[in-house]
């Protein structure tokens, strides 16, 4: 595959708004590092701003993240205020605290889908999250969601305690009438040391599983996932609708609750503040994004691959290991380092 110009949007599809540094669970996973709310987060009148440039800057997906984001005492109201903008609003929930009437807000706000984090059977979901007892209640969450008729969807984040449960999970979650599985993965930033990490040859073997259980069980639940390396396995993946690999700076962009617009809610490298610039000047003229976007800028074995400008690695796994997003990324199967000396070429799945 040669290098070629990707097609690269003027403003981000989908952002994530991390309302609140705020959570009261401890995730062993969590890239927020999230725990306490801080003293500065966006006010009321500033996140409903925020919406404003987003909507005016034509970003019409955001996903409300954390954080958990339902302890945030105005999330109703600027969930509010966004949908009236025009834009598509989902919520990101552990699912501790969400009752009927908590669904029901959330509906009458206009949120568009509800996602509940799973991270695999019970006694490993409540040792990651480090809450006995919270894959009971995220369990009711989604039962109470599903019932409600809102899109609901459960997240599962792979790592060194759950990687083996990916099926697990799937079967669960269908059982549940949930509507969409989201594969996530473990990025070394925030709480996710790299103890938690996989070797290549494992995510390779995750991703694998992955898209096998997706084509056998497609017509059961809808599947998604942010796994740029995807197209390692299957080219043609390549070929998908807006597929742009890495979409860090690109096709997605994160708001902290501080009002700092950064490249991915996976890479914390702060590109400006909202209380500083206007989301659209941060977006055209930060340099952080600028180089993102620019591939031949990536440095290492992600800078000379072959499928640099369809997969691009994960940024945020790069700046995890090194502390810079434009270096190699160290979990790419393709690095030579990784194989000792093995064919490195593609496989299929």
Not at 90 to 103: E, F, H, K, R, Y
Not at 144 to 173: K, P
Not at 187 to 203: A, F, I, K, S, Y
Request: some cysteine.
């Amino acid at each position: 595959m040669s290098h070629r110009p990707r097609f690269v949007p003027e403003f981000p599809y989908h952002v994530v708004w991390l309302a609140t540094n705020g959570c009261n669970a401890r995730c062993v996973h969590c890239s927020s590092d999230a725990a306490k709310p801080w003293p500065d987060e966006l006010s009321t009148a500033e996140a409903k701003e925020m919406f404003d440039q987003l909507a005016a800057a034509g970003v019409f997906d955001v996903a409300v993240s954390g954080g958990e984001p339902l302890t945030r005492r105005d999330i109703f109201e600027v969930i509010e205020h966004a949908s009236a903008q025009g834009i598509r609003i989902g919520v990101g929930s552990n699912g501790s605290t969400i009752t009927p009437a908590t669904v029901n807000r959330l509906r009458d706000c206009g949120v568009d889908r509800l996602q509940i984090s799973i991270d695999g059977i019970e006694a490993t979901h409540d040792r990651a999250r480090r809450w006995p007892g919270l894959y009971r209640r995220a369990a009711t969450a989604i039962a109470t969601s599903v019932a409600a008729g809102i899109h609901t969807h459960v997240c599962f984040t792979a790592h060194r305690l759950n990687w083996t449960e990916i099926e697990d999970v799937i079967e669960v979650a269908i059982g549940w009438g949930v509507r969409r599985f989201n594969l996530s993965r473990l990025v070394p930033v925030g709480r996710g040391d790299q103890t938690l990490d996989l070797t290549p040859g494992e995510w390779r073997e995750v991703m694998v599983q992955f898209e096998c259980i997706r084509r056998k069980r497609a017509s059961e639940i809808e599947f998604s996932t942010h796994l740029a390396q995807l197209v390692l396995l299957d080219e043609k993946l390549d070929c998908g609708a807006g597929f742009i690999g890495c979409q860090a700076g690109i096709g997605q962009g994160c708001i902290d609750a501080r009002g700092n617009v950064l490249p991915c809610v996976m890479l914390p490298v702060i590109a400006g503040n909202l209380r500083e610039h206007e989301f659209e000047t941060i977006w055209r003229s930060s340099p952080v994004l600028a180089a993102l976007r620019d591939r031949s800028r990536l440095k290492g074995v992600c800078g000379t691959c072959s499928f640099r400008d369809a997969c691009g690695g994960c940024r945020g796994v790069a700046f995890g290991y090194t502390g810079d997003y434009l270096e190699t990324d160290p979990r790419c199967w393709l690095v030579p380092k990784n194989h000792e000396g093995e064919c490195h070429e593609r496989r299929s799945a």
